[in-house]
């Protein structure tokens, strides 16, 4: 059972356009969130993080939206550049539980980005 | 150089083979880990050590062992590869930032 939902497998948006990337979540202790990035032949890198006390991060062109009663989170990329076509992997902890090492990850939506 | 190194980058191997996968790291970090990557599966956590004596199972330790070698050095085994065991394998080290979890470049893994 996928606790960390990831929707939509890929999304293609235009140069210079909003990207908006989706997830959904089902477990309530999940109380930190973070997104991935990872282009083909190399690791995930984090891209930026929100806590559950927060329903808005941003980090020059990406900012991260939390809805803790939807139980629903967006990564949005504004303006998107083609350098941004990758994998995208949302994440999830409980970090105020034991399991709080545990990153939960999403399947991941593939972004493309055209010029 | 590279802060979290995996060796090989890519393997094949027969079914019933012992394969050792090996990670080393310069960031000092304490927490290390072992992920697979399967096609629209996202990322599940294979082991973890949190120091040189503390090894755990994670979501999906069966036909997997590891060994902490080292505050640097985690490696993984699997004793007998199985073709379910094809996919991309990833290393990670992190301190008691989640958001520092720094993932390896991966080894992409094949069973005949």
């Known amino acids: 059972d996928q606790q960390v939902k990831q929707n939509s497998p890929s999304l293609s948006v235009q140069e210079g356009r909003i990207s908006i990337l989706n997830c959904d979540y089902t477990n309530s202790m999940f109380d930190y969130f973070l997104w991935y990035k990872k282009y083909p032949a190399e690791g995930p890198t984090f891209l930026i993080s929100?806590?559950?006390?927060?329903d808005k991060n941003e980090d020059g062109r990406f900012t991260v939206f939390l809805n803790k009663s939807a139980k629903h989170l967006s990564l949005h990329i504004v303006p998107s550049q083609p350098g941004d076509s990758a994998v995208y992997f949302c994440a999830a902890s409980a970090l105020s539980s034991n399991s709080g090492y545990a990153l939960n990850f999403g399947k991941g939506t593939s972004l493309l980005v055209t010029p | 150089d590279a802060d979290v190194t995996q060796t090989p980058r890519n393997r094949i191997t027969k079914t019933g083979k012992r394969i050792m996968l090996e990670c080393s790291q310069t960031k000092g970090h304490d927490r290390m880990y072992w992920y697979r990557q399967d096609p629209g599966l996202g990322l599940r956590l294979i082991y973890y050590s949190f120091d040189v004596k503390d090894i755990n199972k994670g979501e999906i330790s069966d036909g997997y062992s590891v060994s902490r070698q080292a505050q640097a050095k985690f490696s993984l085994s699997l004793e007998s590869a199985i073709p379910n065991q094809t996919a991309l394998y990833f290393c990670a080290t992190s301190d008691l930032d989640p958001a520092s979890r720094f993932f390896g470049p991966g080894t992409r893994l094949t069973v005949l």
């Open positions: 929100i806590s559950s006390i927060k």
